[in-house]
């Protein structure tokens, strides 16, 4: 399948392209847009993470809350990485402690002036790695 979305990726659009391909999509295909891009016209692809969009923001909801929602994701591991990814990209009102720190993670990615489908492979391995930590601390809250 063809994913799309806004250029320049940061949290929710590196984290969104990572959940995508390990846990719904094994061969997906991503393009990254400008931000003036008429989406509603987009009809080869699912739009993702942008204004107005189902698989975007909705209230405290980031993308990737809406991913999980959308494909029946239920894993505690990454209902936990999901706080994570909405405290790094977005202002809950109970931000996960963790979300700065991948906050300047993502926006430090970001500033090394690499393509967007760069940042994707660069920071797929930082998201396996949090996301094992995230099981990790599943299982011993048990």
């Known amino acids: 399948m063809k994913w799309v979305t806004r250029e320049k990726a940061k949290v929710d659009r590196v984290a969104c392209p990572w959940l995508i391909r390990r846990f719904i999509d094994s061969d997906p295909a991503f393009v990254f847009l400008p931000k003036d891009t008429d989406w ?46 909405r405290a790094a990209d977005s202002s809950p009102g109970q931000p996960h402690a963790a979300g700065e720190g991948l906050r300047w993670i993502a926006h430090g990615f970001s500033t090394l002036g690499f393509t967007d489908q760069e940042l994707l492979k660069r920071e797929f391995p930082m998201y396996d790695a949090l996301y094992a930590e995230c099981q990790r601390r599943v299982r011993a809250a048990k």
Do not use: K, Q, Y
């Open 40 to 85: 509603s016209a987009i009809t080869d692809g699912t739009v993702f993470d942008v204004s107005g969009c189902d698989l975007g923001h909705h209230g405290e909801s980031v993308s990737f809350d809406a991913f999980l929602d959308r494909f029946g994701l239920h894993d505690p591991a990454l209902r936990l990485l999901a706080e994570i990814v």
